[in-house]
């Protein structure tokens, strides 16, 4: 498995961006960006808000588990135990959120770091602040607690009731997709857009595949953050494209009002 994420990581590095390219395709945008900047600020500080010491489980409530009572799709994932493989999801998680810097070996986009740079930012922001915040609400228990081979100093972990959803898979499937819908805007003509997509989907399932093999997840909590993670990964990009006129995000300023409104047009 490492091995074939080494390959994808490695195929994503090398392939050689196109010469050329068509006027900018994104923008920043004070309203946008405030909204996007404003969410995460709101998530943050709603998390910070709600946050509770989550108390670890009691040897008591570890040994009243039983899988019979977790659903077929989830119920396999608690026979998982792996710490090299937890261990190479963070290691992989961690070297993929450095694959968008790759888009900077064309001059074209290059020239557009700020917006470019300041769209990532708002997307991994985003990507790890939603998942977190449900964690804290949740606090669903991994799969690992019912694996009776799991050492109960681990069991008895506060990490151990944070499985839903998965943050790792959240966070490389909001790189996936930022990488490939942003290549994709600037090169469509281009004969690496179906391979970027392809290797950016594998490699994101990969980290998936280790949060499942590792038994931190249950594939309900990977398939939520995949999920959470594409929207966020695909609404960013969209949000600053300059052709955009189907979203309107406008402030809301008044003596018995402050927010944001946000229009869409269908």
Request: glycine share 6%.
């Amino acid at each position: 498995m490492k091995k074939t994420v080494s390959l994808i990581l490695i195929l994503l590095i090398v392939i050689t961006l196109p010469i050329y390219a068509k006027q900018s395709p994104y923008k920043l945008n004070w309203r946008t960006d405030g909204f996007l900047f404003g969410g995460c600020i709101t998530i943050g500080f709603t998390t910070f808000a709600l946050k509770n010491d989550i108390e670890p489980l009691t040897v008591a409530q570890i040994n009243s588990l039983s899988s019979n009572n977790i659903n077929w799709l989830d119920k396999y994932a608690t026979y998982n135990y792996s710490y090299n493989a937890s261990l190479a999801s963070d290691f992989t998680t961690a070297i993929y959120l450095s694959i968008p810097l790759t888009l900077l070996i064309s001059e074209d986009i290059s020239s557009d770091f700020e917006t470019i740079g300041i769209m990532y930012f708002e997307t991994i922001l985003l990507a790890s602040l939603v998942p977190y915040l449900v964690k804290e609400g949740v606090e669903r228990t991994r799969p690992l607690v019912y694996n009776p081979d799991v050492p109960m100093v681990v069991k008895r972990e506060p990490y151990a009731r944070k499985s839903f959803p998965s943050r790792h898979t959240s966070v490389v499937f909001s790189t996936a997709f930022f990488f490939s819908i942003v290549y994709n805007d600037y090169y469509s003509e281009s004969k690496w857009v179906p391979y970027i997509w392809g290797s950016n989907i594998l490699a994101a399932c990969a980290v998936g595949y280790l949060r499942f093999e590792s038994g931190a997840h249950f594939p309900t909590d990977i398939l939520t953050g995949a999920a959470i993670g594409s929207a966020i990964g695909y609404l960013v990009p969209y949000l600053h494209r300059t052709n955009n006129k189907n979203i309107n995000i406008t402030p809301r300023i008044g003596p018995e009002q402050f927010g944001l409104l946000l229009q869409y047009k269908f």
